[in-house]
T-cell receptor, first 111, second 113 residues
Framework: TQLLEQSPQFLSIQEGENLTVYCNSSSVFSSLQWYRQEPGEGPVLLVTVVTGGEVKKLKRLTFQFGDARKDSSLHITAAQPGDTGLYLCAGEEAAGNKLTFGGGTRVLVKP | DAGVIQSPRHEVTEMGQEVTLRCKPISGHNSLFWYRQTMMRGLELLIYFNNNVPIDDSGMPEDRFSAKMPNASFSTLKIQPSEPRDSAVYFC???????????FGPGTRLTVT
């Protein structure tokens, strides 16, 4: 079973600060996804990264896939209270079309 | 278009009772996934279907859990008998088989007392 570890588990910052969340594995993934989950709702897909070294930007969010496709990071610039949530990374396993999810990082952005 | 629909949203039952959770995937999606989420274990895949056929049920905890997908627009996850340790939020997600991007429903919060 391929495992994904996320760090930190919890992050509390003030509005306007930057933050980075990490997702690491010893296994190679064909692609990796980031989801955000708000209380009482299901995870919502933010982005999919496919190519080693790929960088994608979504407004104030920057996603990077490691060159070896074993790790990824999510950077938020000038965080806002609306960025509060549980951020999950998920890796596509080689066989089948199922995903392996990391344990998640809870982000709290205080106004 | 409607997203993934799950019912009920909340279920409270007593230990030993049968519980049935329901899911309607996004129309046109041919893969369906059942997950369980707890604080301790995070998001765990229980079982998934491709074209209504169960492909991998290795995540199903034990024989008390069963899942069916009688057609492309409906799936059930049944727990019989239920136990307090089954208390969790259960999510259904769907996707296209050749696309790994999954769309989640709002979840069913199950409490077994």
């Amino acid at each position: 079973t391929q495992l994904l570890e996320q760090s930190p588990q919890f992050l509390s910052i003030q509005e306007g600060e930057n933050l980075t969340v990490y997702c690491n594995s010893s296994s190679v993934f064909s692609s990796l996804q980031w989801y955000r989950q708000e209380p009482g709702e299901g995870p919502v897909l933010l982005v999919t990264v496919v190519t080693g070294g790929e960088v994608k930007k979504l407004k104030r969010l920057t996603f990077q896939f490691g060159d070896a496709r074993k790790d990824s990071s999510l950077h938020i610039t000038a965080a806002q209270p609306g960025d509060t949530g549980l951020y999950l990374c998920a890796g596509e396993e080689a066989a089948g079309n199922k995903l392996t999810f990391g344990g998640g990082t809870r982000v709290l952005v205080k106004p | 278009d409607a997203g993934v629909i799950q019912s009920p949203r909340h279920e409270v039952t007593e230990m030993g009772q049968e519980v049935t959770l329901r899911c309607k995937p996004i129309s046109g999606h041919n893969s369906l996934f059942w997950y369980r989420q707890t604080m301790m274990r995070g998001l765990e895949l229980l079982i998934y279907f491709n074209n209504n056929v169960p492909i991998d049920d290795s995540g199903m905890p034990e024989d008390r859990f069963s899942a069916k997908m009688p057609n492309a627009s409906f799936s059930t996850l049944k727990i019989q008998p239920s136990e307090p340790r089954d208390s969790a939020v259960y999510f259904c997600a769907s996707s296209l088989t050749d696309n790994y991007e999954q769309y989640f429903g709002p979840g069913t919060r199950l409490t077994v007392t």
